[in-house]
């Protein structure tokens, strides 16, 4: 972290997100600098995911402020849930990328048309651009062979290669990825992993993980964040958080992770 | 060999069925989208007025509407050709029906779906018509194939609108022969052909959209 040189990039102050009684983010505070890749661990349940969700517009929250490069998701007089025009939400979008959990390939699709075409339809691009765009990180993911095929033909882990791919031909400044191997049978986790490990060295894209890989999430990030009941209980380097915890839930949770 | 005697006026008759039938389905397609879509995307007013279009046209007798759209409507003013009653009608419940079945595959796309579309920045036309309605499409032919061979049935109501149609043909000529084991059996005949021709282009239709690798048996992943 280049302490305060430059302002954070991601700023949540005092969010609070309820689904009916429960809350599930509690006056939460967290600021993401540029280009910083964070990783939140923690047990299920603890808002981790809502984190990410709430960034990518996917769910309102009801109190405090979140900005996005100075932008407020919420809009004065806008009506709930989102209290931001769609136009509006359209433009907090256009900086941030989600991987999900279970790939969310478009099925009818093949694969090089999954990752092309937001690029076409969104940013207006030309389909011979979005091709050549798409050909080009299919291959980064090493994915180049199987542009023709369709999603129900490849494995999970080629699948979550192919949702990053398409998360990259928007070219966000912002990338999440919701718990991007839990889906996976084991011997197809390390490809993923491979992939996320390779973006991480991006200098210029900031990257938010929700993992329970603790290894991966040590060997990538620059700081590691542990939640617990929607709040952030401890934070710091990887090497702090995970040789010495100073929280008790901390230890607990990882002394159960790491058997 | 009397009955061989009926076949050209019956045959006359199936013509006027079919082409009914084939309009009524064609209008009503349209109108089921439009109204199924309108539940789902509309907003409030939107929503409404295609929910009280289903319920009212779904709620109601078709006997009912027909005679309603032919003897009552000119009384202000407003009157079509039989066929055209006939069609417009069988129209509106086709569409009637058919929305339900578009609302329903729409609603069954799953939420993932929308949420990754929306991940992607696409706008709520684009996430409609190049995510959620080509999956959605898959899962309405089947219902479509069934209200297609429903309507095919129902559309012997028009004959009752003075429409000769395969069933008025019948009626006729039974009224002229008093053979009624005989014409009312070609007349069975002719409805079932006629279906079962529906049937195997609808089958088609499934199989060609469920070619190719995109949606295999086991679909959803």
């Known amino acids: 972290m280049t302490d305060n040189v430059k302002p954070p990039l991601i700023q949540f102050a005092g969010v609070t997100k309820r689904f009916g009684a429960l809350t599930v983010l509690d006056n939460f505070n967290f600021e993401v600098a540029p280009g910083e890749k964070v990783t939140l661990i923690g047990p299920s349940g603890s808002g981790k995911s809502t984190v990410l969700r709430i960034l990518m517009t996917l769910e309102p929250f009801q109190e405090g402020r979140l900005t996005l490069a100075g932008m407020d998701y919420h809009e004065p007089g806008a009506a709930a849930p989102f209290r931001a025009s769609e136009r509006h939400l359209r433009n907090i979008r256009s900086h ?37 765009r798409a050909v080009d990180l299919l291959a980064l993911v090493g ?12 494995s999970g882990g080629q699948q979550q290669r192919v949702a990053i791919a398409r998360a990259l031909a928007m070219r966000p400044r912002v990338l999440l990825f919701d718990e991007p191997t839990s889906a996976l049978d084991p011997q197809l986790v390390g490809e993923v992993l491979a992939v996320i490990r390779d973006l991480a060295h991006e200098h210029d ?49 990882l002394a159960s992770v790491l058997g | 060999m009397q009955w061989v005697s009926y076949l050209p006026s019956l045959a006359q008759g199936a013509l006027v069925t079919a082409w009914i039938t084939l309009a009524a389905i064609a209008i009503g397609a349209l109108l089921a989208f439009v109204a199924g879509i309108a539940r789902v995307e509309g ?28 003897y009552a409507l000119p009384l202000i003013g407003i009157s079509f050709e039989p066929v055209a009653t006939g069609i417009l009608v069988l129209a509106l419940h086709v569409g009637a029906y058919g929305s339900e079945i578009v609302r329903g595959a729409l609603a069954s796309v799953s939420v993932q779906q929308v949420e990754a579309a929306r991940a ?3 706008g709520r036309w684009h996430t409609l018509v190049h995510v959620t309605l080509p999956q959605a499409l898959i899962e309405m032919l089947p219902a479509f194939g069934n209200l ?24 006729s000529i039974r009224n002229l022969t008093l053979d009624s084991a005989g014409v009312y059996t ?32 086991a679909a959803h992943s």
């Open chain 1, 96 to 132: 941030v990328g989600m991987v999900f959990q279970s790939f969310n390939l478009f099925p009818h699709m093949s694969v090089i048309r999954n990752v092309a075409e937001a690029p076409v339809r969104v940013l207006g691009l030309s389909r011979d651009e979005a091709q050549a």
């Open chain 2, 43 to 70: 907003g409030r007013i939107v929503s409404t007025l295609a929910l009280c279009y289903t319920e009212l046209f779904r709620g109601t007798s078709l006997l009912v509407q027909l005679f309603w759209f032919y």
């Open chain 2, 186 to 217: 070609l007349t069975l005949v002719g409805y079932f052909a006629m279906s079962l021709v529906l049937m195997m282009v609808m089958r088609l239709i499934e199989r060609l959209a469920r070619r190719g690798a995109a949606f295999p048996r």
């Open chain 2, 120 to 122: 992607l920045n696409f």
């Open chain 1, 143 to 154: 994915l180049a062979d199987k542009k023709d095929h369709f999603p129900s033909q490849l």
């Open chain 1, 205 to 253: 894209l900031t990257m938010l993980l929700v993992t329970h890989e603790m290894r991966f999430a040590r060997e990538v990030s620059d700081r590691v964040c542990f939640f617990d009941k929607g709040q952030i209980c401890e934070q710091g380097s990887p090497e702090a958080i995970f040789t010495a915890p100073s929280h008790p839930r901390t230890c607990e949770f």
């Open chain 2, 148 to 171: 297609a061979i429903e309507t095919l049935k129902l559309s012997s109501l028009v004959s009752l609108i003075s429409i000769a149609d395969l069933t008025f043909r019948a009626q």
